[in-house]
């Protein structure tokens, strides 16, 4: 079964730090861009992070830019965040998804299409 | 930044019914990168439509996606009772901007 399972998720106060984790099973990771997602109580989702399938490219939403760092193993199909200098506006479910692909001979689609439950920070 | 505007907020509408939802981008986007997802309470996302009208896997013909440019649209044709949720759209792909829409709600009327 292709699933992606995270932990780690906490009380956290203030200008804390805390890592979060996911563990992915049933694909080849290592082929794979990787993303987090998280929800804040109450409302929609916002992208947080990418990395490429080698971890030389990885992307920031402007707002985590400095204070967030998004890892990954392949040798051990897991996904991390690490989040420093934390705020009450990180308070949030933390999602690990896969970022599928589609190849043509014209273009490239991505979407995001394996999911895991989520894994809760507060900030508090 | 890409701002994806949905509406409605909300859609009150009896099983059966036809639901139509749209997604609009403040500028042009590649529907190679439009996606929908449903999510239910408590529960993770779930894609639906990726490349703006590909339905994903084990997903119901009853959902249909279209668009290009700036306007997308996500369709259910009849609903079903398990297909009162929230719905998102977003656009993808792995370089910013990766952004979502605020989301629709389609409530049980």
């Known amino acids: 079964e292709v699933q992606v399972v995270e932990s780690g998720g906490a009380l956290v106060q203030p200008g804390g730090a805390l890592r979060v984790s996911c563990a992915a099973s049933?694909?080849?990771?290592?082929?794979?861009?990787m993303s987090w997602v998280r929800q804040a109580p109450g409302k929609g989702l916002e992208w947080v992070a990418n990395i490429k399938q080698d971890g030389s490219e990885k992307y920031y939403v402007d707002s985590v830019k400095g204070r967030f760092t998004i890892s990954r193993d392949n040798a051990k199909n897991s996904l991390e965040l690490q989040m420093n200098s934390l705020r009450t506006e990180d308070t949030a479910v933390y999602h690990c998804?896969?970022?599928?692909?589609?190849?043509?001979?014209?273009?490239?689609?991505?979407?995001?299409?394996?999911w895991g439950k989520g894994t809760t920070v507060t900030v508090s | 930044e890409i701002v994806l505007t949905q509406s409605p907020g909300t859609l009150s509408l009896s099983p059966g019914e036809r639901a139509t939802l749209s997604c609009r981008a403040s500028r042009s986007i590649s529907a190679n990168n439009l996606a929908w997802y449903q999510q239910k309470p408590g529960q993770a996302p779930r894609l639906l439509i990726y490349g703006a009208s590909s339905r994903a896997t084990d997903i119901p013909d009853r959902f249909s996606g279209s668009g290009s440019g700036t306007d997308f649209t996500l369709i259910i044709s009849r609903l079903e009772p398990e297909d009162f949720a929230v719905y998102y759209c977003q656009q993808c792909g792995t370089s910013p901007p990766l952004t979502f829409g605020g989301g629709t709600k389609v409530e049980i009327k």
């Open positions: 998804v896969r970022v599928g692909t589609t190849v043509t001979p014209y273009y490239y689609s991505y979407y995001m299409d394996v």
């Open positions: 049933g694909f080849s990771f290592s082929s794979y861009w």
